[in-house]
Structure formats: structure tokens, C-alpha cells
């Protein structure tokens, strides 16, 4: 099964083609150190076979949180705190990525002021972002690095950037949220002018061997906003620093997606892989293992997440492998438990 080859990217070989994308666990104590619960609940995945554990959303800035209780690697504590974790996730097989990112003005943490490209709040409801400088915007690109330079010394295998869900990122690329009148906004060129510019940052501190990631909401579900179409073009300008797209949708407005169904993000990941030839992530409430196969064997995506499901079971890649009858290589521990079948 395609569900079960490997894939490798640069210096990265995954044991299969299945990722546990970023998920939020706001599970810090509001240092932005990782806890027990942290290292619980992505070493359990790795025994479990995912093939790529993705980091949940981590700040670059204390006002780069989506909220109090989300991890940060803006500082050495935490750093030294996320090592062992992801030591014991490569000891278990897993390949482990981090998803650097700042929550722009969907920021939630008790921040005295928050930051956005224009400022617009996300709903009635929420503060008035201030509108970055461009010396602010400058700040926030070497945050990234720094962050950058700090995962590669822990010695994570991958590096994302969130670059999807309405985050400042996001909030750069679309129009909805980009009413700048300066070399930060307007064309799409310049919309990507700051994704960029953390791009290369990244790349002055990040092993040039191992793979670097980009997150994209590929449709902003807004006749406005961003689709596939636009998205297709910033991959385009981004391509030479980005080895993988972990493509989804949404986000940047308070507007749901007009379908929800298994696999409704499958499409815009497919477009994205056709246009850049690049491996693709794809993810949305995908579940069982029949769809995921036949994404994979229809060449729509190299890599399936499965969010919820490795929510609800961590040890899904095993249970799927002893169900359609594969050989597998099991935890040593576990051996008796999957192959035994009275």
C-alpha cells in the first residue's frame, strides 16, 4: 500500500505517509515550556507509527501566541525543555517537524498590544490590531530566525511556517486583511514580500540538508479573499525556499468553508502539487485508510494528516496495518498485542 511506503525529502526519510499535523494543546503553564503532557501526548504518537509528527503552533514572540497557554521558542528555557521530547519521538521511529508561527491579530494571550499588517480586528468582537512598521515587521522576521537557530539546535528534522488559519502570516498574504499602501501590501508580490523575507531569514540559520515547510490556506472562502488560483502564484515566488506544502483552507475571516465533507481540502492540495511539482500534505477530516490510499494512489498528494484520528488513537498507523493484514515493524513491546490474532 502507498499508505505504507516511504517518502524522503532532503535528508528525511519518513517510515510512511502519514503526518500528525500542528494541533494545539494549550498545555503550558504560560511560559511557553513544553510539559509533561507534551511529551505524553507526541512520544505516545511516535510509538503509535506516525511517520511525521508536526509540532503544535509555536510563538516566535510572546505576542506571536494564539494564546497564554501555547508553546514559545522565543527563549533557551524552552528550548532545553523541548529536546528530550523530541529525542524520545526519533527513538521511536517518527521524524519530528515544528510549526514556527505568530497569531498576528487572532492573538489571544493577555499581550498588552497585538500586531497585524493593517489594522482590522477579526471580529466586532475583537481588539484593533496595531498596524506593524516596518521596523515591527523587521522584528518579527528575526524572531523567526532566532527561533529558527533554536530548533536546529534541538535537532528537529523539519521546519514549518505557518503560513495558513489567519495567522500574521496569512494575514500578509490575503487582501482581506492586507490594506497596506506600502512595499508590504497591495499586489501579490508584495502581499508575499514578508513571507519571503522570513523565508530567506530561516534559511541563514537552517541546516540547508534538512526540509523546510510551508502551512497555506489555499482558499480564504471569500470572493475577495485568496483561492487556489492566487495561491498557485505564491507558491510560485516561494518555491526556492520551501521543499513541502502542508496545504488547508480557511481561516482568515470568521467565514466556515461552504462544504465540510471527508477530504474537502484534497482538491486545492492537488492543484498546489500539479502547478509546483512539490510534495504535498494534505489533511481535512480524512479518517479511514481506504480514502487516504486512494489520494495517494491517485498521485493527489504525497502525505496524508490525520488530526482528529490521532486525536481519538494514537496507535491508528498500527491498527490500520494489522487490519489490512501488513507486515509491519510493531513495537518490540507490543508485538504480541498486534500480531496475535485469537
Avoid at 522584528?139 to 528534522?157: E, H, N, Y
Avoid at 495561491?231 to 502542508?246: A, F, G, R, T
Amino acid at each position: 500500500m502507498n499508505l505504507f511506503h516511504t517518502l524522503s525529502v532532503k535528508n528525511m526519510t519518513l517510515r510512511n505517509r502519514i503526518v500528525m499535523p500542528p494541533m494545539c494543546m494549550y498545555s503550558t503553564e504560560g511560559d511557553g515550556v513544553p510539559t509533561d503532557f507534551h511529551f505524553t501526548h507526541y512520544t505516545s504518537r511516535a510509538v503509535g507509527g506516525a511517520g511525521l509528527i508536526i509540532v503544535e503552533a509555536t510563538g516566535v514572540l510572546p505576542p506571536g501566541r494564539i494564546s497564554d497557554r501555547c508553546l514559545g521558542l522565543w527563549n533557551d528555557r524552552q528550548a532545553e525543555a523541548m529536546k528530550p521530547l523530541v529525542a524520545t519521538c526519533q527513538k521511536y521511529g517518527a521524524k519530528v517537524a515544528i510549526q514556527l508561527n505568530h497569531a498576528g491579530r487572532k492573538c489571544e494571550a493577555k499581550e498588552k498590544t497585538i500586531f497585524a499588517p493593517s489594522a482590522i480586528p477579526f471580529e466586532e468582537t475583537s481588539p484593533v490590531p496595531k498596524e506593524m512598521t516596518e521596523e515591527e515587521i523587521r522584528d518579527v522576521v528575526q524572531a523567526f530566525r532566532s527561533a529558527a537557530a533554536r530548533a536546529a539546535a534541538i535537532g528537529f528534522d523539519a521546519l514549518e511556517i505557518h503560513g495558513a488559519h489567519g495567522y500574521l502570516m496569512n494575514e500578509f498574504l490575503s487582501p482581506l486583511t492586507n490594506r497596506r499602501t506600502d512595499g508590504y501590501g497591495g499586489s501579490t508580490e508584495n502581499r508575499c514580500r514578508f513571507l519571503l523575507e522570513v523565508l530567506r531569514a530561516v534559511h541563514e540559520v537552517w541546516p540547508a540538508e534538512k526540509p523546510v515547510l510551508l502551512r497555506v490556506s489555499a482558499e480564504d472562502y471569500e470572493p475577495e479573499g485568496i483561492h487556489p488560483e492566487e495561491m498557485v502564484k505564491i507558491v510560485e515566488l516561494v518555491k526556492p525556499y520551501i521543499d513541502v506544502l502542508d496545504v488547508s483552507s480557511g481561516g482568515v475571516m470568521p467565514t466556515p468553508p461552504t462544504a465540510i465533507y471527508p477530504g474537502y481540502q484534497v482538491r486545492a492540495a492537488e492543484i498546489l502539487k500539479q502547478s509546483s511539482g512539490l510534495p504535498v500534505i494534505t489533511v481535512g477530516l480524512i479518517t479511514e485508510a481506504h480514502q487516504a490510499e486512494q489520494i495517494l494512489g491517485e498521485g493527489r498528494a504525497d502525505l496524508i494528516a490525520l488530526g482528529r484520528e490521532l486525536l481519538r488513537d494514537p496507535y491508528w498507523v498500527l491498527h490500520t496495518a494489522r487490519d489490512l493484514n501488513i507486515e509491519y515493524p510493531w513495537p518490540e513491546q507490543y508485538v504480541r498485542g498486534f500480531k496475535a490474532r485469537k
